[in-house]
């Protein structure tokens, strides 16, 4: 079964900050210093604690087994123990961290992101679905054909190198590939979140203390 934890980063303490970042590995640091604003570091930061907390609290493992390694696509695993899987992802206040047995792909995305219309990406079902909305509400749905395909391309590991338009994540679509399920739920008002996994059962979401993953720091 899979878990996915979420944080609110307006919730970190003006010091946490430079807590998080020397808890986190030195690739993931220069990743955050590659941002210009703070609120993208403290995101790309607080991703990496979150990880951090969900494997040392909830699954237990140790540190030596908290490397990372990388597949040929770029997807992060972990190098020691690769029967457990995860995925990250942020946008806005929050941060998700998933993690399973099995893959499993995660996304989150503020609705304001699909005022970038790529829907000329999807495939034509999808660009029918965003379509026909009314104006308003295009964004909405363009978020949530994007959150489902980013879910899906994380979970099978291959990234943007998979054509957006090769699959169809269209909400009344069968799932773009055998013994994958995908699931989604709206996060707060504005937000899309959006899980593919090989389990079928609803999305566990828990709410994650900064208190709490400063206690791993």
Known sequence: MSTV?????DRLPDTGTARFRRAVPADRRARADNYHFPDDRKRCLA???LLRYALLVHHGLR???????????????????PDLHFSLSHSGRWVVCATSGKRIGVDIEHVDAGTRDIAHRFTPDEHAYVAAAPPAERARRLI???????SYLK???????TPLNSFST?????????????????????????????DDSSIDLRHTAAEDLLAVC
Not at 155 to 161: E, H, I, P, R
């Open 63 to 81: 540190e030596d087994e908290l490397p990372l390694s990388r597949n040929r696509f770029g997807k992060p695993y972990l190098a020691h123990r």
């Open 155 to 161: 979970c099978v590991g291959s990234g943007l190198t």
């Open 144 to 150: 949530q054909i994007w959150t489902l395909k980013e």
């Open 47 to 49: 991703a990496g604690v």
């Open 170 to 198: 269209h909400p009344a679509s069968p799932s773009p590939a055998p013994g994958l399920f995908l699931k989604q739920i709206p996060h707060e008002c504005d937000y899309w979140l959006a899980e593919c996994g090989e």
């Open 5 to 9: 934890l979420v944080f609110d980063i």
